[in-house]
């Protein structure tokens, strides 16, 4: 089953308390897709610049992204420039320079029309919405948080959450957007507004899935080398939806399992700068990986 994902395309500089990357392939689209490209097929809609290296249109199509909805227009990419502190689950962004995307407009090719998953990553809701008008039935609907654009518009942001099945989050950005301290009523309340699940990203302390009648906690494994935590969230959603697509199975076990291979995936990436852990990931990798995480959470009653 194939992915429609619509996000960024970026060059990012990341500052790390281990090092700097400067002007590396980033953007949400990019780190969702190369994750979810590991199970499904993943069909892109963004834009660069003229100044987009090759070599990383290059590497997007060896992972057989579906580039035909990226255009390439004249101007500058999407630029990015982050830094962690010693806390690595606290990015502060420090420059986003929208170029190219300031007056993109998207229009997805035909052959994007009929996807069956929809993943509206970190982007203008403006945006979003216009993607999402022009696929014609899918089967579900992800959405991601978007810290950026909450402040400048809320309207946006709420007609489109009555579109969207599952909605990825941060815990900070749940309790801001419900003006609720209490994580539990926070999340009551943007089920509310729409989707029936809500995935709730708690960086190295895992994720939790809260439906109408369920919570499911997943643990993040705990690592000895997280080098760069940018695009975790991103490979986390990757990993989810690809799972989900490979399976097309959509009950509440098989999205437990989703889960896990979210976070999975986000803990690879945490591993380098960039893309560069997922560039030599292997299958072989993944499924054990897999399973240590099935073990991190086993127990058996006495
Ligand atoms: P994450 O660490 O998962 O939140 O994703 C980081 C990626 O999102 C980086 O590669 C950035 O290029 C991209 N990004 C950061 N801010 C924005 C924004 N306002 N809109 C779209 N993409 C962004």
């Known amino acids: 089953m194939s992915i429609l994902v619509v996000g960024s395309v970026a060059l990012d500089t990341v500052h790390t308390p281990f090092g700097s990357a400067d002007e590396v392939l980033g953007g949400s689209a990019t780190y969702f897709s190369t994750a979810a490209s590991f199970f499904a097929d993943?069909?892109?809609?963004?834009?660069?610049?003229?100044?987009?290296?090759e070599a990383h249109l290059a590497f997007l199509k060896s992972r057989s992204i579906d580039l035909?909805?990226?255009?390439?227009?004249?101007?500058?990419?999407?630029?990015?420039?982050?830094?962690?502190?010693?806390?690595?689950?606290?990015?502060?962004?420090?420059?986003?320079?929208?170029?190219?995307?300031?007056?993109?407009?998207?229009?997805?090719?035909?052959?994007?029309r009929e996807s069956e998953l929809v993943f509206l990553a970190n982007i203008d809701p403006d945006l979003q919405r216009e993607v999402l008008r022009q696929v014609r039935s899918?089967?579900?609907?992800?959405?991601?948080?978007?810290?950026f654009w909450i402040t400048?518009?809320?309207?946006?942001?709420?007609?489109?959450?009555?579109?969207?099945n599952v909605?990825?989050?941060?815990?900070?950005?749940?309790?801001?957007?419900?003006?609720e301290p209490n994580l539990v009523r926070a999340a009551r309340k943007i089920l509310e507004w729409?989707?029936?699940?809500?995935?709730?990203?708690?960086?190295?302390?895992?994720?939790?899935?809260?439906?109408?009648?369920?919570?499911?906690?997943?643990?993040?494994?705990?690592?000895?080398?997280?080098?760069?935590?940018?695009?975790a969230g991103?490979?986390?959603?990757?990993?989810?939806?690809?799972?989900?697509?490979?399976?097309?199975?959509?009950?509440?076990?098989?999205?437990?399992?989703?889960?896990?291979?979210?976070?999975?995936?986000?803990?690879?990436?945490?591993?380098?700068?960039s893309l560069d852990r997922l560039r030599r990931l292997t299958y072989p990798e993944i499924e054990a990986r897999y399973k240590a995480f099935r073990r991190l959470a086993h127990f058996e009653d006495l």
């Not at 190295?204 to 940018?230: C, H």
Request: with cysteine; net charge neutral.
């Open 42 to 53: 993943v069909r892109v809609v963004a834009v660069v610049g003229k100044d987009f290296p």
């Open 167 to 179: 909605l990825l989050i941060n815990a900070a950005e749940a309790r801001q957007r419900a003006q």
């Open 138 to 147: 899918p089967k579900l609907v992800a959405a991601d948080t978007m810290n």
């Open 194 to 231: 729409g989707p029936t699940s809500l995935v709730i990203k708690r960086g190295e302390y895992g994720a939790l899935m809260v439906r109408e009648d369920t919570w499911f906690a997943a643990p993040a494994i705990p690592l000895d080398s997280v080098f760069d935590p940018t695009g």
């Open 68 to 112: 035909r909805g990226l255009q390439q227009v004249p101007g500058r990419t999407f630029r990015w420039i982050g830094e962690y502190g010693f806390d690595l689950n606290d990015a502060r962004t420090l420059e986003t320079q929208l170029n190219v995307f300031a007056d993109f407009k998207p229009e997805i090719p035909q052959s994007y």
């Open 152 to 164: 400048g518009k809320p309207e946006a942001r709420r007609e489109m959450l009555k579109a969207v």
């Open 234 to 273: 991103d490979c986390f959603a990757g990993g989810f939806i690809g799972y989900l697509a490979n399976t097309m199975n959509f009950d509440e076990t098989n999205i437990r399992k989703a889960i896990v291979m979210g976070s999975v995936m986000a803990s690879f990436n945490v591993e380098a700068f």
